[in-house]
């Protein structure tokens, strides 16, 4: 079964610092609070591209039990204003939202003899 998950893809900041303080600081603890319905939150940083520099600095996904759940906190005002508040901080431009089903393929290193 897939999962439910938003995705919010930052581009590169212009000012790193002042977008890490406002993105630890303020918006992961607003997520946490204001986003109703999710199931869990993953924050990567990028730190490389084998093309170059990474067009893209910071993604969240956040993980929900269904695209209905989904549906509900993006129009809750806990949402509205989380997803405001990223607009907000993203210093470098706007940041990318999708709705995504995510599939996970797993594999064992042990029995692949690696």
């Known amino acids: 079964m897939s999962k439910i998950k938003l995705v919010v893809i930052y581009p ?21 609070e204001k986003l109703k319905g999710k199931t869990k939150i993953v924050t990567t940083k990028t730190i490389a591209s084998p093309q170059g520099p990474a067009p893209f600095y910071r993604i969240a996904e956040v993980h929900f039990p269904s695209r209905q759940v989904l549906d509900e906190c993006l129009n809750s005002e806990g949402g509205k204003e989380t997803a405001a508040h990223a607009v907000a901080i993203s210093n470098g431009g706007p940041p990318i939202f999708l709705i995504a089903e995510e599939e996970t393929f797993v594999f064992d290193s042990a029995a692949s003899g690696h």
């Open 12 to 32: 590169r900041p212009k000012d790193v610092d002042a977008f890490e303080k406002a993105y630890i600081g303020e918006h992961v603890p607003m997520a946490v």
